[in-house]
């Protein structure tokens, strides 16, 4: 049987009462504590971000009041376990403009997995009765009719792979290794979805486009639809269950299934394949020396810099995390495994960055606040959806930070933190271009192969996963 957001409240429940409403997680410091601050800077809304300890948190950086700050919205949970506060709309348009984006699970010491919290309070505030607000009740009809929140055909759904030459990869019935697309990737920024495709291709990857894929339920699980969300989940979980291995190249969706899957599957259920963003792949065969990149004219010199997106960075670090916890028997010990795991995660797109500065020329630009510690782009958690206004201001806050570094290009390894942080640069001016890291690696065909891979490197598990399996040993 599938849990209830109410149900999965009360699993937390634990967690909810530890908050002792100190609100450090208002603050964030830079991701490497010993780097050089970049002083005042007033970005593009006059807003001094980027001296030592900053606000973190958008919803209260965007709102002010105490409630719409993390450590509010964990009081309404322990008010709603506690019968003291009923669901209503107006605590709905308090838990709502949120980005989930798990800034204020990083900075808490107290390790309280607010993220989950925020979105099960919300799934309960549903099926509490309290209707959806209007731009969500949009998406949600449009993906129960369409299989996508934006409204496309589900015959469109590849059409870039046919457009870009790609179609002997819809539905090829001898591969056991599928690419996942996602929605924004199949009907908005396509570039990601091809650059991915390509790369695989180039590769020698003998991959599928699943025909049957549907959205991965990603904006309905942060929304609280979780009805709407399981409905795709059991959609893809058939669509896929014949693959060993799904590989993605969308944050939230790498997220939804491999995260939020088995917590809202039932218990005795497991997930049929295994998972991985294909950064990993390319992480890998970078450090097994089997690829390398070309020299760039155009790419020489320009300053880049790389926007961790929540989904792919902080929620899988504090997903590890409380792996690491649930198995602790001495957390004193664990806590360097913790920080060690973090690290080495962080590390994954900065392999290829690295090596993109040392092979093609490019100066890697790190922003202040980094890994851990990253701002959000402001897309997800329904926000972009819900009140896009709020979410561009929030691209506009991290397009300011990568302004401050000299960025000539933004990058990022999500087409959903792509948009968002596309749409922020040219509505605000801040003069750079936004580009996915295999995107720049397939447009300017930067890929050297120095030794073909082989099937099983593509069936290796992810580095995620290696990882995972460190503490056991
Ligand atoms: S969530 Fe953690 S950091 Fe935030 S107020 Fe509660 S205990 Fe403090
Ligand atoms: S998830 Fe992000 S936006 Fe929401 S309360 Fe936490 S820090 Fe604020």
Known sequence: MAKTGMERLEELKKDIYKCIHCKACRFAYSGEPDREGIGEY??????????????????????GWEAFWNAGKMWIARSILSGDLEFSDEVRDVILPCITCGQCSAQC?????????????????????????????????????????????????????????????????????????????????????????????????????VADEVCCGS???????VDTAQGL?????????????????????????????????????E???????????????????KIKFKPNKELKGKVVTYHDPCHTGRHFAVDMEQDIIAKSKNLLMDSRKIKKAIEEWYEVPRVILRKLEEDVGIKFNEMYRIKLDSMCCGAGGGVRAGYPEFSLRTASLRCDEANAVGADI???????????????????????????????????????????????????????????EEPKK
């Open 42 to 63: 007033a970005g593009k809304q006059s807003t001094v971000l980027y001296e030592g300890m900053v606000d973190a948190c958008p919803a209260g950086i965007e709102y």
């Open 109 to 209: 010491d107290n390790k309280i997995r607010t993220v989950d919290i925020i979105e099960s309070l919300r799934a309960a505030c549903i099926e509490s009765g309290v209707p959806m607000i209007e731009k969500h009740e949009l998406v949600d009809k449009l993906v129960k009719e369409r299989n996508n929140p934006y409204g496309g055909a589900a015959a469109d759904r590849f059409k870039w792979a046919k457009d870009a030459g790609l179609e002997k990869f819809i539905n090829n019935k001898d591969a056991k290794i599928a690419y996942y697309v996602g929605c924004t990737a199949s009907y908005r920024q396509i570039e990601v979805a091809v650059a991915t495709a390509k790369l695989f291709e180039l590769l020698g990857m003998n991959f599928t486009l």
């Open 219 to 225: 904006p309905f699980f942060r929304i609280g639809a």
């Open 233 to 269: 989940m059991r959609k893809n979980l058939e669509a896929f269950k014949n693959m060993e291995m799904v590989y993605f190249s969308c944050a939230g969706c790498y997220r939804t299934i491999t995260i939020d899957y088995p917590k809202w599957m039932a218990e005795d259920e």
């Open 271 to 289: 997930l049929p394949f295994k998972t991985q963003h294909a950064f990993e792949l390319v992480t890998r065969l970078v450090q097994q020396e």
């Open 410 to 468: 933004l990058t990022t390894e999500c087409p959903f933190c792509w948009r968002n942080l596309y749409d922020a640069n040219e509505m605000y001016n801040h003069g750079m271009v936004v580009m996915g890291v295999l995107q720049m690696i397939t447009e300017y065909n930067l890929l050297d192969i120095l030794e073909k891979p082989k099937e099983e490197d593509f069936l290796t598990p992810s580095i995620r996963e290696a990882m995972e």
